[in-house]
Structures are given as C-alpha cells and as structure tokens.
C-alpha cells in the first residue's frame, strides 16, 4: 500500500493515544453503563459502610463494582479496539445535598460508516450513536459567557459595576502564579451558584437531540465595515467524528444529524444574519456543550442551520509508495565508529550549472506577492547538495508571520501557540499543491512570567460562534463589534464601554481584553455545574520486593516531606495514600488518631474501601499524621519478600477513593503486574531489540488500561505513571491509563538509588517540579477557528468529550497538543485567519479560570508564499505526531516510509512549480533543514531500526512526542551540539546578574569534534559532555577538577563548583539549558577513550551508521525518489 500520511488513506485509523475523537459519551456499540456510586454530597465518599478491619473480608452486599464490566464480547480486540468512554455521572446542574445517579446508555443505529475509502487493514468504523448519555460532570464550554439568569432579573451574586467604586471591577498584569481571584457568590464555601430555574434540567455533555445545531459550512457574506477588517479566532466546532488515534483501528461517527468526518468552525448561519446586531450576552443554558456551542434554550433568536454532511477533504497531500531501495541497508563499514577527518563521499563536488537568481525565481513562482524581507529569505533557492553548512550559528528564531507591525505586537506567542504554515494557503487546492502539513502546535498551559488576570461581570463573547473577543476583532462603532471568525456583528455591553486600566469610558477598543492575544478570565458561577473540586492527590506507591530494591520509596517520602506545604491547593486540600504489593494497603490518616492505621485488603478480585470516610484526609487537618507516615513508610516494607504486583486492583480502588470529587492520582511502579485485574505478561522479544523489518507489540496487549482511564476521565481523575525499572514493563499497555486520563509518564529506565546516580538526581529533581508545578482540574478545552478552516485530528494526552471538547481532568504546564486541519471552503474573501483556544480549568485554589490565547496569520493566493511562511520546526512535529501514529496503526517502516515522502513531495512541488531545474537538490530557505529533521526522526528512538532499542525505550520516546511542546521536542529530534572548552562573555546573554555564554550551535558530525576540545551535547533529557583525548589540562582542572584526561571518573554525572572563572563560565552555561525546561536533564561526562560514547555518537545525525544512511546519502536518496 502507498506510505503515506493522508487520513483519507487510513493514517489516522491507528493505535495511538488520543489522535482522533470518539463521539460523545460511547460505552461500546449498545452497551449500557451502570451507575458506580450513589453521590451523598459534593464530596462525600460512597454511602457503603465497610468494615474498617484487616485481613480477607469479604466485600459488603450491595457494593457497586470497581469498573463496569458490562461489555459486548466484541467491544474489543486486541488488534484493533474500539474507544470507550469513561462512567459519567448525571446531575442536576445546582448541586443539593444529595445527588442522584443515571445509569447511561448508549445504542448504535445502522448509518453507513463516515468514510468510504479506508485501508484495508482496518475494521468499518463505529456507527453512530441515537442519543448522547448524560453525564454527572458536563464540560466546562469555551464559549460560555457570562449571562443573566432565565430565572430571576435579579444578580444572584455581587455584581461588579465598572461605572462603581474604584476596584469594583479588577484588571492586572501580575504573574500567573498571583492572579486575582473573583469573589463570585457569597454563600457558604465552595458552593457555586444558588438554585435558579434551570436546576431541573439535566446536565450532558452532549447538545440536547432537539436543540439547534451549529451548521456546517454555513454561507456568509460579511458585512462591509468602515473600518479595518480583523478576524476573532474563536469559533465553535461542530459535533465530528475523529477517526480513533488510540489504540482503536476504528473511527466513530457521532449521531444523525451531525457531521460525521470534520470539526467545522463555521457557526450556523441564516441568510441576512449578519445584517441583524445580537448581543454578547446569552440566557443561562442548562448544560455546558450548550454553551461551548453556543446552542441556546432560548433559541429563536437565532437563525436555523442548514443541514450537512459534508466530508473532510484529504488533508492536504498524499504521499507515493516510497521505493524499495530506502528499506534496504547501506553497505556497512567495519569500523562503526565515525571518523574525526573530512566525510565526504567521492562525488561530493560543486555544480557548475549556473544557479537561479532571486529576480528568476521571483518571477518563476509569480511574484513574491508582498511578502516582506524575513519570508523572501524564506523563498531563497538553496541547493542542499552544495551548501553543506545550513545549520544556523544559533537557534532559529521564531517564525514571525507576514502582518502589519500592530497585529505583530499584539499577535500570540509561537511559544504558546505557532501554526506549521505562517501563512495560510487560500484553498485546499493550493494547499495540496505545496504538499505541505497543516496543523497548530499548542503548549496552553506554560508557565508565564506576566499573564493579564481579568475579573469583569461581563465575559464578552460572539453571540453565534460563542468567540471570546479578542484583539483582531473589528469595533464597527462603540456599541458593535464584528467576530473575527464568523463575521457576526454583536453589540458592545455598557460595562465593556469602561476601560479599567486607563478607568475611561467609550474606549472598548483599549480593554485589556482586546490589548492582549493572550488572557485569563476569572469565571463565574456560569461557568459550573458543581462547585469547584478541592485539590485532591492521591499516591498509589509499588511496595513489592522489587520495588524496595530499587531504592525510589525513601526518595519520595522524603521529596514530599520536603515539598508538602508547596503543593498546589488551599485549606481544602486533600491527600491519601494506597501502597500495593499482592495485596491492597489503604492508610486511615483521619484527625484525632494517635498513628496513622495501615488497612490490608486481600481480596484483589473484588476491591473494596475498608473505611471509604477516612482514607482522603484534610491536609491541614491530618498534616502531622501524613508527615508520621511518610518518615516511616520506606522501613515498613524493607525486609518484604512479597515479588507479586497488582497494579491493576490498586488502580481500581485508587479510582473508587477519588470518584466522588475527582483528583490526581500518582502511580509508582517498578515492574511488570503479575496478579490481578490488568496483569501481563513479558512480550518483548531481546534477540529483536536491533531488527530492521518490523517493531511488534507497540500497542496495548489488554484494554484494561484504557477502559480504567476512560472511566477515571469522566469522575475529573487524571493518572500519572512513573515507572522505575530495570526490566521490560509492558509501558506500551501501562501507558494508556495516562494517555486516556489526560496525566503524564515518567519513565527511567535502570533506576537504583545507588548503581544510577544520573537518574536518581533526575528522579529527585522531576519530582520536585512534578510535586510544585501549577495544576488545573476538571479543565476542558476547545479550539476554534476561522469560518472555511476545520480540525480533523487531535494529538495529546487527553479524551475527546464530544468530537471537539478535549477532556483534561488535569492540565498542567508542561503538556503540549497538536491538531490537524484541512481548509473546506475558499478564504479568498478574507485576508486574515484567526485561531483561539479556551482553556477551562478549576486552578488549586478553587476558582474557575478560562485561559484564552489567539493566533492571527494572513490568508495568502501565491504558492511561493506558502513555501515562504513554512515553520519547519512545527512541520516536522505534526509529521512526527503522525508517524507515531501510523507505527502503531501499520507499521514502522510504513511510517518511515512517509516521512521520506513527505520530503520528497513537499521538494518536488517547489520544484516542478518553480520550473526552474538546477543541478542538485533544491529547496527554498524556509525548508532547508526539512530533510536533516526528517533523517534526525529516523534515527530517534521511536522510530529507528538497525539499532538495539528497548521495547519500554522506544515506546516512552513515542509518548514524548505525542505529549511534549514543541521545543522539547524538537531537542529529541536535533540535539544541540556545542564546544564549550572555550567558553568566553563575548555576544553573552545578560540574564539578571548572570553571563550567559553562547557558544555557537555545531552540526551533529564527527567531522565537527576534535580530540583537543571538549563538547556538550543538549538531547533535551540528557545532556552529554565529550572530553577529547587531548583536551587541555587547564580546562580538565580547571572545570572537572580533575588533574588529567585519565583521572576523569568514569561515570561522572556532576560538574563539581570551582573557584574560577571557566568552571563559573561552564556551570552558568549548564544551569541556564537546564532551567529552560520542565524535565531535568541528565548530564553524563564521556571520555574520548570509553565504551559509554557509543550513545553519544547515536545522536550525530548527519553521520553514517550500519542501518542508516548519512546526511549526504539521504539528500542523494531523495534526489534519487524526486526523479522518479
């Protein structure tokens, strides 16, 4: 079949995590989902008494089961399983003081699948769904605003005034860590908003069958306006089915009477709508997607959408068998180690055909339309087989797109948020032409030093597309404003007419809101369905024998002693603790006991909570009972003999303890789980660690994991995994329960407290930042987009609520997503798009918080300015998000094989477009390190062959990938190679009070090193510095403190703190890499003479291996497949 990564051809039908959406609230095709628990409270634990006793006991009658087990016998497949959604609880949306449960289900109906042409290898997709469950926790809508009550004129909370008293209302410019919180309701604490009329209406995440729906495509002409035209990037998303990226082999379409195969942005629209001027403001819908998706119970107002169903186009390109000879070997050498003298092959010599000027190629691509000095750069004809030094000196700076200098400066972060093509093509067909990915790569949640903290009674908000306004709105007038994605003029609110900052009236223009691309608005109790979560950890701790041996438990009671009054929450923060070997351990910490009780539940075939009140302690309350536990927890399991893990029952009553308010619960496992619910066995073949045919097993063996975390997603529980091992896990099973619940993993490899000091440093300081970081719960997040453009594919750690509303019961800053997208109708009639994305979340304190960033990129008709604004760092992360899936779909060597096409293809169209044929491999600037990314991706972990690699090592890679924001990636993919034997101030970066030195970036070749220098290679989670043989005593003393190359320990990790100024230089240095990222690295010092620098010289990209080609042989492979 062709190698490619087009979805129409069944790329996104894969085995991955979360690269594609299930509908809404599906449990299996006509399965039905009992209800777990009978909620008592908010909070409370399960209304089941259990006796509080040690030993087997069986469980009480009446117990509601740990995880529904009511599945089809062919709901799942090893091979190809289909999604399943999580146990979601239905409510009211005012919480009283008891709480009901509904039993869920969901029926399948017979509409043809939503695409017809999928590959071979995989089963029909899911058919759709009747009707949607409803839910106990609806999602919190990007697109709610803050409306009146249906109910009463009257606020049913302090209102905040602007026209009031100095404070009434609040706007700052404070770091995010000290953001103002809004006093929303004065009522007794942690309640939301009071009972209101619309408490009888039930909750679901999903639209109500009889509301209107948003239409699809809907056809708008804009209004012509006075003033500049700019676009709002928010806009709904239409109910779409995903083709499953997560271990599935199937997509899922949603009900009849959605659209079945793409994510659109445009709002419904009615002929003559946008003549008509609607408010910002909206009744109080009864159910959260009805406010993401602006579908209203009082919706005569606004117009019908027309029905669709039309399909996704291909996403934009589609790649050709790639040929056989890529897969074959090269000639291997018998000296596998790179050499330090010149590589190049014979052969490698200047063309003399005249090369193209600028003016010629100008011409030749039909003009440079405009495109300012950067992007002609960016169109510059480099011949890669000439130019051999194309690496920049330093890092290549962020892409700045072609706009005026006003939407520059109020434009998005690329840090935050960066599109793979800065300048976005007119129509799919001049997107198909360039050949080109397009998607967005977003890191939502990063730290900020400075975040604009907005409290305003008034969220204002697109009354049709449910946009948040933002700064490439257009104000018609002081009472209009036109949305910058569906072109709906709305009214200005009076209390919008008031500009905090300057504290004048008549200026909506100069509000923060519309002065800044990215804010935080504190949320009212419009934005709830249950008072806000309290913070809730729960640590789930391997205590069998191997567990103890490895050393890791005294390291992490100690880092959470350490860290205990740092961790995110308030005075209702909660904790507790289950410790597991062939048994469950449950510890009562409640206040007014002397010691903390360790409970033993022995019955791992039907888990039960010994005392479901005490076992999630107060903090404040229970703090000197978690600090006893802590110090003597590590010797209570020192002389066990216990080998068995079931991590699987552990986890199943990690998830009873945490249902009732949602949470965060940590695993720490060391091993494979042998008993119980979700045990496994070894799959991994060693002998095949080096294969160059086929990778086996990189999916799931079981779908337990997955079914867990679905059901942990929707009570608002997140896992995270930290697996500590020196033995295959099965991390490829193990993973799901993180992937699915929106949590994260930690992986370390040979971890022992003594033997591996590197990753005992890692594991102590990832803990410290794991255990202090910013934290969000019960987040949901959506991304709009201009009318004409949809998303079609979701890559992350996360669940897909309903087509378009990623599910994060956690959120937090280090976690990046990306999303594919493919341009429906012609953007001809707009020269700006726009896109925002609403982050939801409950912060640690207990207030509702929508964080808002938008990204505005000019719309564009010349195909030269395409090739101009490509961000080839966010390329090759999208295609590296795609190939991952398609390992686990297909194969890896499918995967491989589209990769090297995407080059070839993305080459030739430039190529043929330009009808310019120069000798060599031509490409434009901006695309110049496309193939030495590409080759890089080869040989990473996750996708090499020919190289020995753990199963568990080549699947983590996988998930950081799929999981990481785009600069820690693109660390993985293309370390950074420096020379720092020669560190000096000169071009130094002043940070503070510090001199940074900057050497200069280094290609990833042999030919680059010298015996008598010392170099230091940045991989992201490792740091590697190379001493040569003959490199200078001074500089061996003067940093390692070492007096010569021979007395360098052999596995030194640390670079000890001298008094002069080349170590102060080198540690200044090292600090400054280390502290730009949330994983430290790990630093190892290799000798010139050790066998530990074969690791090192596996990161040299452009050097040849004997599985792999070399940078020159893979530019000459290319050529060879263009010509073709």
Known sequence: MSANLNPSAGYNLNATQNGGAAPPCQNGPGQTYPSVYHAAGYYSSHPQSYPPVMGQGPAPSGKAPVMNSQYHPSYYHNSHPQPVQPTVRAGPPVYDAAQTQVSQSCSATGAPPSSAHHAPQHPPPFKPLTSYPAPYYAPYPASQGLAATAASSAPLYPVASYSSAPGAN????????????????????????????????????????????????????????????????????????????????????????????????????????????????????NNYESLEDGSYPDSSSLPPPPPSSKAVPPFGYSYPNLHPAYQQKPASRTDTTPSYGGCNPPGYQPFSQPFPNMSQLSTALGGLSGVPELQVEGLRPVNLLQERNILPPSPLPDPEPNLSADLRKVNCSPDTFRCTLTNIPQTQALLNKAKLPLGLLLHPFRDLTQLPVITSNTIVRCRSCRTYINPFVTFLDQRRWKCNLCYRVNDVPDEFMYNPVTRSYGEPHKRPEVQNSTVEFIASSDYMLRPPQPAVYLFVLDVSHNAVETGYLTIFCQSLLDNLDKLPGDTRTRLGFVTFDSTIHFYNLQEGLSQPQMLVVSDIEDIFLPTPDSLLVNLKESRELVKDLLSSLPGMFTH????????????????????????????????????????????????????????????????????????????????????????????????????????????????????????????????????????????????????????????????????????????NPDSGFAVQMSIDESLADTSLTCFQAALLYTSSKGKRRIRVHTLCLPVVSQLSDVFAGADIQAVTCLLANMAIDRSVSSSLSDARDALVNAVVDSLSAYRNTSNLQPAGLVAPSALRLFPLYVLALLKQKALRTGTSTRLDDRVFAMCEFKSQPLQHVMRLVHPNLYRVDNLSDQGALHLNDRMVPQPQLLQLTAEKLTREGAFLMDCGSLLYLWVGKSCSEPFIRDVLGCPDHSSIPQNMSQIPELDNPSSARMRTFLSWLQESRSFWPVLHVVKDDASAKTSFFQHLVEDRTESAFSYYEFLLHIQQQMSK
């Open 170 to 285: 609040q706007y700052s410019t404070v770091r995010s860590s000290q953001a103002p919180q809004a006093q929303l309701y004065q009522g007794p604490p942690g309640i939301g908003a009071p009972p209101t009329a619309v408490s009888t209406a039930p909750c679901t995440y999903a639209r109500p069958p009889s509301g209107p729906q948003v239409a699809v495509n809907g056809q708008v002409s804009a209004v012509s306006s006075p003033v500049l035209q700019h676009y709002d990037q928010t806009q709904p998303v239409v109910t779409q089915s995903y083709k499953a990226l997560d271990g599935d082999g199937a997509g899922e379409r949603p009900p009849s009477g959605t659209p079945s195969n793409s994510v659109h942005s445009s709002p419904g629209h009615h002929p003559g709508a946008d003549s008509s001027t609607t408010g910002s403001s909206s009744p109080v819908p």
């Open 640 to 811: 066990t003999r216990e080998t068995h893990s079931a991590l699987g029952p552990a986890l199943q009553a990690a998830y009873k303890l945490m249902s009732p308010t949602g949470g965060r619960v940590s695993v720490f496992q060391t091993q494979l789980p042998t008993q119980g619910a979700g045990l496994l066995q070894s799959r991994e073949d060693p002998n095949l660690r080096s294969s160059t045919k086929g990778v086996q097993h990189l999916g799931p063996a079981t779908d337990f994991y997955k079914k867990l975390a679905l059901d942990c997603s929707g009570q608002q529980i997140a896992v995270d995994l930290f697996l500590l091992t020196s033995q295959y896990s099965d991390l490829a099973s193990l993973a799901c329960v993180a992937k699915y619940s929106a949590g994260s993993i930690y992986y370390y490899p040979s971890f022992h407290h003594v033997h591996n000091l590197p990753q005992l440093e890692k594991f102590q300081k990832d803990l410290q930042r794991y255990l202090t970081r910013k934290i969000g719960f019960e987040a949901v997040m959506r991304i709009r987009c201009t009318k004409g453009l949809s998303i079609h594919t979701f890559h992350g750690n996360f669940f897909v609520r309903s087509t378009d509303l990623l599910s994060l019961a956690n959120v």
